[in-house]
């Protein structure tokens, strides 16, 4: 099937989320240029069965096993032809009209690459929720942040973010990206399997000379932490370690010094260890030990990352090396800011011209709604550990 936009859920054992709020996807994009598809990723509480009953005019793309949000998204979107992809949780909640001003918005803007709504939380539905708010930046040493919510505190939304406006990234929650863009930076990186994977996306479309947008004439609720409780060792250790692994992937090009990115990547590095401690100080031994293994992973996944071709005309499937199926492995990105090649000769696909890196303005660094230096909050985080 294909049409303007392909609406893709990842979905694994969320039955009761896909009975309650497919109704109200599927009444919000009748007549539009849109269809719904879900990608289940062995599922074994009915849902597939749900979808065939209840929902014939879903899209189904059985994935056998679950490969992770990476892995899962990447071989979905393979199967799906449409000119915009959205992702979106399946524990999100639309309400009619969601959708017309993401694609009037992508329409109207031929060098926005990505886009999302305004994130609000299903539970407390004035205020933002946790995961996105109204799109989200970095601190200096790579902590994330949204506008509407530092750390674990969000904000009431009374309007103060209703104006359109350019973030560093918005939530794989619900995030709407042009298939063209999203085939020629191959997908997700499949080494973060899940959180913050959608950062290091926005990133690197950033790098490539695409804004990503909030626009906030579109809501959505959003329940959240369906797949892990915050508390959990597992999350931790994805979190601390794909934290790295963005810092990894996109630092440099945007300082434009390796030597400059490994400093800082060195001494966040060492902010984790001050964590592990203070876990371990607190009673939480599982909670150091996931900040441990997390290092271990990262510098395994860096070592891995070495040994992929690093020539542009490279063939292999990427599915090979873990990054999902139906990808090639790409080049990495161009250094250089002023470079003119297309995507093409980099080997990132045809019919995307790399631009140069756009850095965040001063302006847009302000409307995070976080002032000061990054310490700032490295020192709201170690404190919120006790």
């Known amino acids: 099937m294909s049409s303007r936009t392909a609406i893709v859920i990842l979905n694994w054992n969320t039955r009761n989320y896909l009975e309650k709020f497919i109704p109200p996807l599927l009444e919000s994009v009748e ?3 849109a269809f719904v598809a879900v990608a289940d990723s062995g599922s074994t509480d009915g849902s597939i069965e749900l979808l065939t009953e209840s929902f014939p005019s879903v899209v189904r793309i059985p994935l056998g096993e679950n490969f992770g949000f990476t892995g899962g998204y990447n071989r979905a979107l393979s199967e799906v032809e449409a000119d915009y992809f959205i992702l979106l949780n399946s524990d999100v909640e639309v309400p009619r009209g969601w959708l017309p001003p993401l694609v009037e918005w992508m329409d109207s803007h031929p060098d926005c690459g990505v886009c999302g709504p305004k994130l609000l939380s299903f ?7 946790y995961a996105g708010a109204a799109g989200g930046m970095l601190d200096f040493f790579g902590y994330p942040y949204c506008r509407g919510r530092v750390l674990s505190r969000t904000e009431t939304d009374s309007g103060q973010y209703d104006t359109p406006a350019g973030v560093l990234w918005v939530s794989g929650a619900a995030m709407m990206v042009r298939s063209s863009l999203w085939k020629a930076l191959g997908g997700l990186d ?3 399997f899940a959180h913050m994977e ?3 996306f926005c990133w690197r479309a950033q790098l490539a000379g695409w804004s990503i947008d909030l626009v906030p004439a579109s809501s959505v609720y959003h329940i959240g932490g369906g797949t892990l409780p915050s508390s959990s060792p597992d999350k931790l250790f994805f979190n601390y370690r794909n934290n790295l692994l963005l810092l990894e992937n996109n630092l440099a090009a945007t300082l434009h010094s390796a030597f ?3 400093v800082r990547i060195l001494f966040r590095m060492f902010l984790d260890l001050a ?3 203070i876990y371990l100080l607190t009673l939480r031994p599982s909670s150091s030990k996931a900040v441990l293994r997390a290092h271990k992973d990262y510098r395994l996944l860096r070592k891995y990352k070495a040994h992929l071709p690093q020539s542009p005309d490279t063939t292999e499937a990427a599915e090979d090396r873990g990054w999902g199926a139906s990808t090639t492995y790409k080049a990495h990105l161009p250094q250089s800011p002023d470079t003119t090649e297309t995507a093409e000769d980099r080997g990132w696909g045809a019919s995307t011209p790399y631009k140069a890196p756009r850095p965040l303005s001063s302006a847009e660094q302000a409307n995070a709604g976080v002032k000061g230096f990054g310490g700032l ?7 919120s550990i006790f």
């Open 275 to 277: 964590a592990a401690l």
């Open 377 to 383: 909050l490295i020192f709201k985080y170690i404190c």
């Open 260 to 262: 400059r990115a490994r």
């Open 31 to 33: 007549g539009l240029d």
């Open 190 to 192: 499949g080494r973060f």
């Open 198 to 200: 959608e950062i290091d």
């Open 123 to 129: 539970n407390e539905r004035s205020r933002f929720e």
